[in-house]
């Protein structure tokens, strides 16, 4: 099955740096990414995703990009605010499931 | 409002006995989801099913059960076969795989 690495497992930053999350993946086969945000007590909130046919994908501040080849995916966050802090997951789809990563807690500090 | 509910937010139950967690969606999604979230540990899937009357197993499917009667119901049962069931459970849903939506959660605490 599909195992998907997630690095770092925490992050702190100042705010209005920039941050990164990095995953990779073993299934050549996955072809959806998504990023979730989940804050404290709370579900997961998809932020953003990207399809194996797209290299790149900017939201605003968010922006993911994937290797195909390399089979890794990032996450960037420019310009961090406090409101950023929480847990960050990537996932991939392989065959009809999401594989999850272990997570980031991603700390801004004001 | 579209969502999806779980119920209870919180969850107490003592060791041998068996509890019933419910998520409920009103999205139209046909695909629903269970997770069990431990820390560091990320999401682990428990269940999931595609269709009403149909289910799978996941990768930590052992000491649950679960049901899918209707369209938006998807419960899950933790018996008292699962080990070590303390935990925060997730219910996700979706329409075809990819984007899934979460509900807010379940911590279920063992006794």
């Known amino acids: 099955g599909e195992n998907v690495e997630q690095h770092p497992s925490t992050l702190s930053v100042q705010e209005g740096d920039s941050a990164v999350i990095k995953c990779t993946y073993s299934?050549?086969?996955?072809?959806?990414f998504p990023w979730y945000k989940q804050e404290l007590g709370k579900g997961p909130q998809l932020i953003i995703d990207?399809?194996?046919?797209?290299g790149e994908k900017k939201d605003q501040r968010i922006a993911v990009t994937l290797n195909k080849t390399a089979k890794h995916f990032s996450l960037h966050i420019t310009e961090t605010q406090p409101e950023d802090s929480a847990v960050y997951f990537c996932?991939?789809?392989?065959?009809?499931?999401?594989?999850f990563g272990k997570g980031t807690m991603l700390l801004v500090s004001p | 409002d579209g969502g999806i509910t779980q119920s209870p937010k919180y969850l107490f139950r003592k060791e041998g006995q068996n509890v019933t967690l419910s998520c409920e969606q009103n999205?139209?999604?046909?695909?629903m989801y269970w997770y069990r979230q431990d820390p560091g540990q990320g999401l682990r899937l428990i269940y999931y099913?595609?269709?009403?009357?149909?289910?799978q197993k996941g990768d930590i499917a052992e000491g649950y059960s679960v049901s899918r009667e209707k369209k938006e119901s998807f419960p899950l049962t933790v018996t008292s076969a699962q080990k070590n069931p303390t935990a925060f459970y997730l219910c996700?849903?979706?329409?075809?795989?990819?984007?899934?939506?979460f509900g807010p959660g379940t911590r279920l605490t063992v006794l």
């Open positions: 099913s595609q269709i009403v009357n149909d289910f």
């Open positions: 996700a849903s979706s329409w075809g795989g990819d984007e899934q939506f």
């Open positions: 299934d050549s086969a996955s072809n959806y």
């Open positions: 990207i399809r194996s046919n797209v």
């Open positions: 996932a991939a789809r392989g065959y009809s499931t999401l594989t």
């Open positions: 999205l139209n999604h046909d695909a």
